[in-house]
């Protein structure tokens, strides 16, 4: 189990950190069929003076590059240094995903669906107990970076657990466009670190395979303000300003497709709209049909499938609502 001793030396996968030192450690995740090492660097920043320990992390999934691009950045301006205690960086948790541009582990499993763990189970299960066991117990804090799945494009947005008041405090700070009140996903990484007493923002941002610079740009803005927040930025950084405040989002729900065919948006992710505004178009592909997709309610988009193709019953946008939708 890692932790920082009285002289306020780290001990965290075997090594000894002392304070003031910058290390990477390859955590061994597991071996490909040539029986290669595939390896997970964790970056650990410590300053000389004591404070909290910060955990980053990004791809979980591996084909979701943006969150790879946050915490990319991060450490290469030096923002991973902090002034006071430490800040530990994962930039690609799920190597073997990011490898092969695939949101899933080798074994078909979602990493994000497999904490706590299992010692013995499946490699998934396998790698997120070691994770769980290994990194976790140290963080007193944790912030995950993550993208919209296949063709859904997120807007900027951090997600807190409905009545998480810790949290949703860390989220104001943090000032992401949006701040959605969502579930927590049954052995997620976001749940165990709820069950652990470990405060943690998630936060949403763009697609996979595709990184945005405005989305990586709100990401990298946002932990900087909660580095701050903590104590933790050292001088030579200016704090981002804050130009508008997070709109909290509590209900929301999915429009989906009337319709089978093209799809062409009209709108941008973010924007507030009115009901019955035009949103975009459903197409047949031989210039016979044309549907118009309306808002069936205000309220800002937090989510727009961009699929060029999409069925009947296809999720298209993720609409802003004043009550409770059974799809949300």
């Known amino acids: 189990m890692p932790q920082i001793d009285e002289n306020n030396i780290l001990s965290i996968l075997g090594k000894k950190v002392p304070p003031g030192k910058s290390v990477t450690i390859n955590m061994n995740m597991a071996k490909l069929y040539t029986t290669t090492s595939v390896e997970v660097p964790v970056i650990i920043e410590r300053a000389k003076h004591p404070g909290p320990v910060v955990l980053i992390t990004a791809g979980i999934h591996g084909d979701e590059i943006n969150g790879v691009e946050i915490v990319r950045q991060l450490i290469s301006k030096g923002i991973n240094k902090p002034d006071r205690g430490t800040v530990i960086c994962v930039p690609v948790v799920n190597v073997f995903g990011f490898l092969n541009m695939m949101r899933e582990f080798p074994d078909g499993r979602d990493l994000n669906r497999m904490f706590p763990g299992t010692k013995n189970g499946p490699l998934a299960s396998r790698f997120a107990y070691q994770f769980k066991e290994r990194l976790l117990p140290i963080a007193d804090f944790c912030l995950d970076f993550h993208t919209g799945g296949a063709s859904r494009f997120n807007a900027a947005q951090i997600r807190v657990k409905k009545g998480d008041l810790e949290c949703i405090k860390l989220a104001k700070v943090f000032n992401a466009p949006f701040t959605v009140v969502s579930k927590t996903i049954t052995k997620s990484y976001r749940e165990t670190c709820s069950k652990m007493g470990i405060p943690i923002l998630l936060f949403e941002g763009g697609k996979s395979m595709n990184s945005n610079k405005e989305i990586a740009r709100e990401g990298v803005e946002g932990a900087m303000r909660i580095l701050s927040h903590l104590q933790m930025l050292k001088s030579r950084f200016e704090v981002p300003e804050i130009h ?25 992710c973010g924007k507030h ?20 997709i309306k808002a069936k309610n205000s309220g800002y988009i937090i989510n727009i499938n961009e699929a060029a193709i999409v069925y009947q019953g296809d999720a298209v946008f993720h609409l802003s609502s004043l009550t409770n939708n059974p799809e949300d």
């Open 244 to 268: 508008f405040k997070s709109v909290l989002i509590e209900n929301s729900t999915w429009m989906r497709a009337k319709y089978s065919g093209l799809l062409h948006i009209k709108i941008p």
């Open 273 to 292: 709209v009115e009901k019955g505004e035009y949103i975009g178009t459903i197409t047949d592909p031989y210039g016979k049909f044309r549907h118009k």
